[in-house]
């Protein structure tokens, strides 16, 4: 009988389902993939089976029964879930049988969020996984910490970020004095796109970091990009746009409120003749004017502008994607200023016919271009009195009011400029050389370099202080980092009696070379001349170096799975380092992880509840090395100080090749569980890190000539914590699904032990028992109801309030615990996506100022003192500097009495998608409308609680709509 032509559909019940495989049930070799509107065309006999297949839904077996045409419906089925292959980093393995712990988010919950940095995509999504924004400036970056601080240093603490197997360096790439990104430097991470991003998995316990050594004490991210899928050739074009506005400002006094406020100041004091320089209560300026100054500088729309094509297809053997992407960005400041990033990532995925030789070649190029103002508005903008004049006169001009105030804008004449450029390049290879045995190499390149200028022309002061360009200046910053790295591995895999044994051996050599160069330049015949450092008067080379880092280790891992029911995963690795001297190079580090899947167990195996059970736990060791280059050396550098003609040399740090790694050990156990078909999944984990052998300067007398040793410090850091993930699927309809995801992070950060911390400079950083993200402080008693001024307790009772004998207070500023929860729906061609971030914290409110230092207060700190037996919540104002009020102002400041609870939850992000019904075959049309940052609930009165460094732009209110195409 001749084979039938058979046509057909494959949906959800509701959307098409492109990339579904069918295959006839009795002759697999004749199979076929449903398009972009889930149509499909395959070749039977009328008696044939059809075996229909799709990651996420059940398998559907569709009898032909002499059908020329069938719609297939398939169901949705959660248990597929567990069978999902997570990045493991050297290797892969299903969610069911990993015995690490390791958080995963892929595209679909990266695409929904108009973000620019890959942190950004993982806020709120991952138990043990802390992500904060550290300013909304574009382009800004943003402080990760996966279960704690590890290491005393702050700067030692970022986890090892690999990208398409190429570890990625997370070291700042600009400094400070040109940093385009207040009050942080430019993170690498920006020049990584979202949209190309398919996956992101976070290992956590040693089970998953052991295998990466001495880098993975903090966690490791593994970053994997989109590829190209079998199919015909595919387009994809998004476009979208958008606006960003600050989430919250602060609540600042009106016009009248501050000068009731100065006058009441000024009284207080027994002064009735204001100053000449009092121009905001003298009548120089206006006594009706007000500005909104948080408004006036802070207040702009930042107008936000996306576009991305992507081609991608291939055939059965060969598959290819290429992209390019740019993007745009304006800011919330007054003035012109932007951010552009541009990219292209290509990749190209093949195997031979027989399936030994596999090839996977991939790269990304990508390109900022960032102009921000030299400094951050966001200061004056809350410290301004509202009745200052004019930003401009009348003839557009900025105003300066007759000499009796710095205008704001005179930072516009600043001109702070970034470029950079990042390219990630890697190569694997693999060939099955017997049937169980398998030989892969990994060639990678990364090379980044930035260009950085910061001016400071004599017009961003007043003209009244007759500043000539002899007193401009200019800093300029080149860096540039690359690194190489080659990796061999050999994989094998057997079935050993009821069991199946994996072993995985492998090395890496790695080279990363990094050159900086930092000028600066004082002194202009004319501004016009400030960019060339040649025109300058003074030229001075502030930093010159280059700095190479070789790395070289050894790795295994043996797993063995007994009845599918009982895991056990051994890991190790010997590392080697640049960064330590000689005998104290090399270290080992391994772990154990095991796993015993006891819903398999006979007594449970049908049981019509508990669908999932599995419990697993690791204890092992990983390492940290994050101390930079030639720390264990004499190294010498010129002190730009010429003798006889001359610069000559000094010494910048003393020999010690005697100081080792630092060492983490960590244990885990952890639960997981599914109920009812798993639409019910949760896991529960605890674990413990202790992280020793601290990696720190250890002080000297200063007649040494040197403030520090790098040495090691008999420090023990400990990291406790509870993680719970839970996700429901709630409703499964024909034309209606909902899915909940929930995580909660309670974390508990001690140092437990150090060396003669009480004689040791850190006596004040630092307490046994306490985090180390502790502040000490004064302890505030209040405001006294006869003089009107702070109180503080006297510790020693001396009867003076000073540092360090009564600033003993410890105020812990880790969050307690931290979250978020997402619901996804979909109805018909409509889908619907928020989370919800919510993080229980500590942290310090504004600094009030004075009346003398004219601050802008908050309106709620105007119930003040006014005379004996008063009881209220803020001391008497005054004027006068060297006053008890006054140095009790600052005291406050520096007082528990500042600590406040910044708690919140914030509608994080929020996603809106409708597919547009076309009528033209292997079409799709998406209408997006998105949201981050859109709703903050706190109690927090000082602004955004996120970040609240003060003085800074704390992050941004982003919405954005676009369009996706594609056929």
Known sequence: MPPIIISGTVTDGSNPLPGVSIVIKNNKAVSAITDFSGEFSISAQAYDTLIVSFMGFKTATIPVNNRNSIAITLQYDTTT????????????????????????????????????NVLATMQGRMAGVSVTQTTGVPGGGFEIKIRGQNSLRSDANAPLYIVDGVPYASDPIGYNQTSTILPTTTSPLNNINPDNIASIEVLKDADATSIYGSRGANGVVLITTKKGKVGKTEFTITAATGTGKVTRFLDL?????????????????????????????????????????????????????????TVSGGSENTQFLFSGNYHTETTVFAGDFGYKRGGAQFNLNHHSEDDKFRLNFSTNYNVQNNNQPAFDFTYDARSLPPNAPALYDDAGNLNWENGTWDNPLRYLNAKSLAKTNDLIANTV????????????????????????????????????????????????????????????????????????????????????????????GNGFSSNSLINNLASASFVNALLDDETKYKYQAFFG???????????????????????????????????????????????????????????RGSYGTTGNDQIGDYQFLNTYVTNGIPYNGTVGLEPARLYNADFGWETNKKLEVAMELGFLSDRIFTTFAWYQNRSSNQLVGVPLPGTTGFTSLQSNLDAT?????????????????????????????????????????ESSTYNQSYRIGEPLNIRLLYKYNGVDPQTGVFQFEDLNGDETISAPEDKQTVVNLNPEYYGGIENQLSYKKWKLAFLFQFVKQKNFSYPMGFAGQMSNQQTRKLDSWQMPADVNSYQIFTTSYGSDAANAEYLYSESDAAIVDASF???????????????????????????????????????????????????????????????
């Open 81 to 116: 879930l567990k069978e999902v292959r997570v990045n493991a980093g050297y290797y892969s393995v299903k969610e069911s049988e990993r015995t690490g712990s390791i958080a995963r988010i892929t595209a679909k919950d990266i695409e929904t969020q108009p973000v620019t």
């Open 253 to 309: 006094m009106n016009t009248t409120q501050y000068l009731d406020m100065r006058k009441k100041a000024f009284a207080n004091d027994g002064i009735t003749q204001y100053n000449d320089w009092d121009y905001d209560v003298n009548g120089t300026w206006d006594q009706n004017r007000y500005t909104d100054w948080q408004k006036e500088l802070l207040g702009k729309t930042s107008q936000i502008n996306d576009f991305q094509g």
């Open 429 to 520: 290879l693999s060939y099955a050389i017997l049937p169980n045995v398998v030989i892969k190499s990994n060639f990678g390149y990364t090379d980044l370099s930035t260009v950085e200028t910061r001016t400071n022309p004599s017009t961003i002061y007043n003209p009244a202080y007759n500043i000539s360009s002899a007193s401009s200046s200019i800093y300029t910053n080149n860096t540039g980092r690359s690194s190489w790295i080659i990796e061999l591995q050999i994989t094998y895999e057997k079935e050993l009696g009821s069991g199946k044994l994996g072993i995985l051996v492998g090395s890496t050599f790695q080279t990363q070379t990094t050159t900086r160069l930092f000028q600066s």
């Open 557 to 615: 891992r043996v797993n063995y799975d007994l009845l599918q029911r009982y895991i056990i995963n051994v890991t190790a690795r010997r590392d080697g380092s640049s960064r330590f001297g000689p005998g104290n190079q090399f270290a080992n580090f391994g772990a154990i992880g095991a796993a015993w899947l006891f819903s398999k167990e006979k007594l449970l195996e049908t049981s019509s509840w508990l669908s999932f059970g599995k419990l």
């Open 717 to 757: 850091v400990e990291n406790t914590g509870l993680e719970l993930s839970l996700r429901t699927s709630n409703i499964e309809a024909m034309n209606f699904k909902w899915v909940t995801n929930f995580n909660i992070s309670f974390e508990k950060n001690k140092l437990l032990a150090f060396p003669n911390l």
């Open 905 to 967: 939850i914030r509608l994080k992000n929020i996603s809106l998608t409708y597919d547009v019904p076309i009528q033209i075959k292997d079409t799709q049309f998406k209408i997006t409308l998105q949201g981050q940052n859109l709703l903050t609930f706190t109690k927090y009165d000082d602004g955004d609680p996120e970040f609240t460094k003060y003085g800074y732009l704390p992050p941004l209110k982003i919405i954005t709509a676009g369009i996706q195409l594609i056929f």
